[in-house]
């Protein structure tokens, strides 16, 4: 059987998308772009049907920023609470 052939056409589409995560989420666009070409390899090496590669990962992408912007409120919510309990 052959292997299904594997074309990066959607990995640069996104690049707006990406940077509206960015800044839904307080992030540094090569931030965003990082976490996103990440999540697109991990799925396209996996995928059977590429149309729809792009679009799982700006939605991982969306959840892992929304969770490092979480972990960030509670990193300086923690902090304060620190510097005044003193």
């Known amino acids: 059987m052959a292997t299904p052939m ?3 056409r959607s990995k640069g589409l996104a690049s707006e ?3 509206q995560l960015a800044k839904q989420t307080g992030h540094v666009i ?4 990082k976490v996103y070409d990440a999540e697109y390899d991990k799925l396209r090496d996996d ?4 149309d729809f590669v792009a679009v799982l990962a ?3 992408t ?3 920023l929304l969770a490092l ?5 509670a990193s300086a919510a923690n ?7 003193a």
């Open 6 to 8: 594997r074309i990066d």
């Open 17 to 19: 998308e990406v940077e």
């Open 30 to 33: 090569a931030v965003a772009q």
């Open 47 to 50: 995928a059977k049907v590429m």
């Open 58 to 60: 700006l939605r991982r």
């Open 62 to 64: 969306r959840e892992r």
């Open 69 to 73: 912007q979480k972990n960030r409120r």
């Open 79 to 85: 902090a304060t609470y620190e510097l005044f309990s």
